[in-house]
């Protein structure tokens, strides 16, 4: 089901996806222009679709052809407090990715912390063909023994992973050597979620560009 809703002053197209455990809704940013690529993004165990990150690359992708989806899963959307298994957020996106190639473009998947952990999972089954992953959370903070480097890597699919230098939850130095088609960007001194201190070589404003210009350059070079 598609509805209109507003975001500020500007309309944005708002689909709710029945999945086996409740109710996803997609936010649309639709490409300026004839669309090359759909990248549909979760969001994390905190924030929803509001992050700045997200919200910086639903502003900016659509003026490169890229529409950009930003999907609530269930727990978010039925104002659960606390995300639920891993099982259970892969079974409430894999219906999301198959709406999102309905539009019948390449599907790009992704998201932010566990978001990202969701769509690499859920990649082959979601028919994706590259996977963006913002703040990948490679291991809980303060025990690097407990990598989750092997979802990084199972994919097989063109990967670029976007990471703060700061990052308790793994920084770039931290993580284990990438396959082909796989890319990491090092966002400097932000944390896990993108925030940088004052002394910051790049401001708040500048991050978020660096961000979204590294992002919209990975995707161009995909030749979607």
Do not use: C
Not at 158 to 182: C, I, N, S, W
Not at 193 to 222: K, R
């Amino acid at each position: 089901m598609t509805v209109g809703g507003s975001d500020g002053a500007a309309e944005i197209e708002r689909t709710v996806v029945p999945t086996p455990v409740g109710d996803a809704r997609i936010s649309w940013h639709r490409s300026v222009g004839p669309a090359r690529a759909v990248l549909g993004l979760g969001h994390g165990t905190g924030r929803g679709i509001e992050a700045p990150d997200l919200a910086a690359l639903a502003a900016a992708l659509p003026a490169h052809g890229i529409t950009v989806a930003l999907v609530e899963q269930p727990w978010k959307v039925s104002g659960e407090k606390a995300a639920p298994d891993a099982n259970t957020l892969d079974r409430g996106w894999v219906p999301v990715a198959g709406r999102l190639a309905a539009e019948g473009l390449p599907l790009v998947v992704g998201g932010r912390s566990a978001g990202a952990r969701v769509a690499y999972r859920t990649s082959a089954a979601g028919g994706a063909v590259a996977v963006l992953a913002m703040a990948f959370p490679l291991h809980p903070p303060g025990r690097p023994e407990e990598s989750r480097a092997a979802e990084l890597l199972g994919s097989g699919l063109p990967t670029l992973v976007v990471q703060g230098t700061k990052d308790p939850y793994g920084g770039p130095d931290e993580f284990p050597v990438l396959r082909a088609g796989m890319r990491l960007a090092e966002v400097p001194a932000s944390d896990h979620v993108f925030a940088v201190p004052g002394s910051a070589p790049l401001p708040t404003a500048e991050t978020l560009a660096l961000i979204t210009g590294t992002v919209a350059d990975w995707l161009a070079a995909l030749v979607l």
